[in-house]
């Protein structure tokens, strides 16, 4: 029987998630057939503690050893030898990476070896649906020429380029723009040289639809551009033209055939006709 030890690690900081996987695998060949099965499953996860709770009690479920990352601490510095220096281990920068490597473990030619498999759940049953921040069609809009070195640095942020902040420190808009596509896949790399000359040269994203509401008897109309076409987002867009007191309602209702009142929803919000 031959048994494989596999690792696996994912990283998302924009979630605060690390997760470490060590998996055992064990291989059974009989004549031309060979049976695969799970032989343990261990898992290091460091999160805040409303996450590694929520993750830690799904794969506990699943029959998977969990227990929370090992992180280095600084030890402190001892009064008889000045000259140690301690040296933190830093984790390299990176929005989303991931590794695996699998290797050989043990072989056994001898008898068969009974394998006990743990039920298989979908990651989907494991990992928690985390919470994400609805984007901005808007705010991924080109890098403006006149930036300053601190705009340029808040704009990588905000676009998923923190990792190469650090390179572009001294970088303004302007000597960012500048580049070519081989010359910032040169420095980021393939994937995130072109991610990053794409979204120097983005181009604005046409609303799916446009309204034209008046918020006031002086016959004024206001645009109004929806990119996920909900009606949160409608109703968001429409507080915003109203006067203070008035942003406290909770119910938006539509005028519908014959004066009657339909209540706002993502239905009726797809089906509203642009213009």
Known sequence: ???????????????????????????QARGWRMKF????????IEADPTTYRELARRLNAANVHVRPARRALLAPKSVGSPSAVNKPVLNQPALLASSSQ???????????????????????????DLPQAAEDPDQHCGLSKDASAADTQQWLSRNRFAQHAVTFTNFCGADLLRLSRDDIIQ??????????????HAKRIAPRLTLYVCAHAGGVYSALYLHACRAAELAHKLRALLPEPAKECETVLVCGPHGSRVRLSDELVRHLPDH
């Not at 031959?2 to 060590?22: D, I, P």
């Open 187 to 200: 420095i980021c790399g393939l994937a995130d040289g072109i991610r990053l000359f794409n979204a120097l």
């Open 102 to 128: 699998m290797k050989p473990y043990y072989c056994t030619d001898g008898g068969e070896m009974k394998v006990t498999t743990p039920p298989c759940h979908s990651p989907g049953a494991i990992l928690p």
């Open 37 to 44: 099965a799970l032989l343990k499953a261990e898992v290091e």
């Open 1 to 27: 029987m031959l048994v494989l030890e596999q690792r696996l690690s994912a990283r998302h900081l924009g979630r605060g998630v690390v997760l470490k996987a060590r998996l055992l695998h064990g291989v």
